[in-house]
């Protein structure tokens, strides 16, 4: 382009610095915590373990999961916490636990806790959930409030196998421990000191419930 007794061209130029992106919105009230208070991840391993009886496919199985996730995610709007003792009525008595994804597949539903707490919660009944409940701040102290685990009994079903299965891992000796120091019973706390004297001769993973184990010590 001629202007002015002179060519201009674009190489007269450079470009402008790309402006600062726009804020993301946010909806915030006062004293709203900054930390994300329900984070449920999907858990690839477990995911891959979970085979059943129900023939869905890969698609299926990851609507059914978004599902719970959404379930649960509801449940907090509606105002009801975590429970992390649903597991301990198989699959879960409740959608507001952190379920492994075998039994995640299973809870696309409220479960029998969930709709007692609800009822309660907005008078239209006067019953208290008798199903087990426990919330974050008992998981501090109490070994059967535990996120991701499963089973009636998870000592022996999810925890026990696991540190057998992991080549007696610290992190599943320590879940032991909690046993040792808060289980519910004696009997308990007795079967959690001794399995860490234990040694697997053969051990597939957990949620095959494969593990032939003896005695090393006494």
């Known amino acids: 382009m001629y202007f002015n007794e002179g060519f201009i061209t674009p190489f007269f130029f450079t470009d402008d610095p790309p402006a600062a992106p726009a804020p993301t919105a946010r909806l915030v009230w006062p004293a709203m915590s900054e ?48 429970n992390f003792k649903g597991s301990l009525v198989p699959p879960s008595s409740s959608v507001m636990d952190y379920l492994d994804t075998p039994e995640a597949l299973q809870r696309e539903q409220a479960g029998s806790y969930d709709i007692d707490a609800i009822k309660l919660l907005y008078g239209l ?35 026990g196998p ?46 095959h419930h494969q593990c032939v184990v003896h005695r090393t010590g006494g």
Request: glycine residues 4%; negative net charge; charged residues 25%.
């Open 125 to 159: 009944s006067t019953k208290v959930p008798s199903d087990p409940y426990c919330d974050d701040n008992d998981a501090l102290h109490d070994p059967d409030c535990a996120r991701f685990d499963w089973g009636a009994n998870p000592l022996d079903e999810a925890w």
């Open 35 to 82: 930390r994300p208070l329900c984070q449920y991840p999907a858990r690839r391993e477990a995911a891959k373990l979970a085979r059943d009886n129900s023939q869905l496919t890969a698609q299926q199985k990851a609507a059914v999961f978004v599902t719970h996730v959404v379930m649960h995610e509801i449940g907090h709007t509606l105002g009801l916490k975590h």
């Open 162 to 207: 696991y540190y057998l299965y992991s080549g007696l891992h610290p992190y599943f000796r320590d879940k032991l421990l909690t046993y040792v120091c808060a289980g519910a019973s004696a009997e308990v706390r007795g079967r959690a000191w001794e399995l860490p004297v234990q040694q697997p001769d053969r051990c597939e993973h957990p949620r």
